[in-house]
């Protein structure tokens, strides 16, 4: 029997968000949600049209502009008046506000949340990359501590410091991990680069090699697939956002499910690749490939369920009672509704054979192809229930 709930994660979101205002009807809608937001100001609402040129994919001038990227139905106006639109530009502030992203006034603000900051191999634009680790790491008494790493990688080839954006290196202040943040505008690079920048920190970092992670939006969401492929005993769990699984062999993916690497994936309702229901498009190939995908990250997982197929997603996604199966197209063992950031996070969850949720989709109602301002705690409450044995490669599972 499958168990349905709605939950809020209270502090551990509002620490990014700062405000909160009621959340959607069950069956939102952009419509619905202009209606119910669309006298909602606040404080940074401005930078949404604020011109800058740290954009660099699209000829895009704005935050409006660039994250004007959804499916059809998309409401911008509403998702710029709404709770989930201010906590997405909030988490922008800095991006925005400052052409230098090592100013000083924005190393004041890490220093100031409990983060140091740091530029690495700034003078090869290929490989330069950044950390963000907890002041405390560097406080008398704490020299035999060890931190978590989440390796988080931005999106289409835009500035390294879009990653930043996310949120999960300011939840690191808060969790105490270390984000790791690579730049490596070549697929074919990304490997070699998470392998290089682990060397790195093994030398001077102090971090708990049996646990790290790896998350990534866009593009960033597939390069989290490249890596978790090319080399799973690295990580204890990954959640790649706004992408769904490349069309991946069972050879190319064979040490990936050899290793079982616990997944979370994510994206908006409104992303602009239709990632929900799985079977909507209609492109009878690109519904193939995502179900597919969504069949081999349950491999990698090692989670158990039915097969996902086109036919079958397009069924549940008209006729499921169920509405999280109903909005995302997988018939799911348990499922959940977290009231968030004034929207709906619906949560489907497959588990392994000794009954842990080790694979989650999750479809954020009225969301463009963005990161949303929970979702770091989101994902970071499914991260630390996992480690890897970093001598043997054996995942260890300690369940919430």
Not at 127 to 151: C, H, I, M, Q
Not at 374 to 397: H, K, M, Y
Request: with cysteine.
């Amino acid at each position: 029997m499958k168990r349905k709930s709605f939950l809020g994660i209270g502090l551990a979101a509002m620490m990014l968000t700062m405000s909160a205002v009621p959340a959607f009807a069950e069956e939102a809608t952009p419509e619905a949600a202009n209606e119910q937001t669309q006298e909602y100001d606040y404080e940074n609402k401005d930078l949404w049209f604020k011109e800058t040129d740290n954009f660099y994919w699209t000829d895009a001038k704005t935050a409006y502009e660039h994250n004007n990227m959804a499916s059809e139905g998309f409401d911008m106006d509403a998702f710029v008046n709404s709770k989930m639109g201010e906590g997405v530009i909030n988490n922008m502030y800095y991006f925005l506000t400052y052409a230098d992203q090592m100013d000083p006034e924005v190393l004041s603000y890490w220093e100031g949340i409990g983060i140091k900051k740091e530029i690495h191999d700034e003078d090869d634009e290929k490989r330069v990359w950044t950390s963000y680790t907890p002041l405390s790491a560097y406080e008398e008494g704490n020299e035999d501590k060890k931190y978590p790493v989440v390796f988080c990688i931005h999106g289409n080839n835009n500035p390294l410091f879009l990653a930043e954006t996310y949120g999960f290196a300011q939840y690191g202040a808060e969790q105490e991990y270390i984000t790791v943040m690579p730049w490596a505008d070549n697929d074919e690079i990304i490997v070699e680069e998470v392998q290089r920048i682990m060397e790195v920190l093994r030398e001077e970092y102090p971090i708990d090699e049996s646990r790290v992670y790896v998350t990534g939006f866009s593009k960033g969401g597939q390069a989290t697939e490249e890596v978790v492929v090319a080399c799973p005993e690295l990580f204890a769990a990954a959640a790649p956002g706004g992408a769904p699984m490349k069309d991946y062999d069972t050879s190319a993916i064979q040490k990936a499910i050899e290793y079982q690497v616990p997944v979370l994936a994510y994206a908006g309702m409104y992303d602009m690749g239709e990632m929900y229901p799985l079977g909507k498009t209609n492109d009878s190939w690109a519904a193939r490939w995502k179900t597919r995908g969504f069949m081999d990250w349950m491999q990698i997982a090692g989670a158990q369920g039915e097969e996902v197929t086109v036919d079958g997603s397009r069924e549940l996604a008209e006729s499921a009672e169920d509405i999280v199966e109903r909005k995302l197209g997988a018939d799911f063992t348990e499922t959940e509704v977290l009231e968030l950031d004034g929207t709906q996070y619906y949560k489907g969850s497959y588990l392994n054979e000794d009954g842990v949720p080790v694979y989650v989709q999750i479809g954020i109602e009225g969301a463009p192809h963005w990161p949303t301002p929970s979702i770091a705690s989101i994902v970071w409450d499914f991260f630390e229930q996992f480690s890897r044995n970093p001598e043997t490669g054996e995942l260890i599972i300690e369940a919430k």
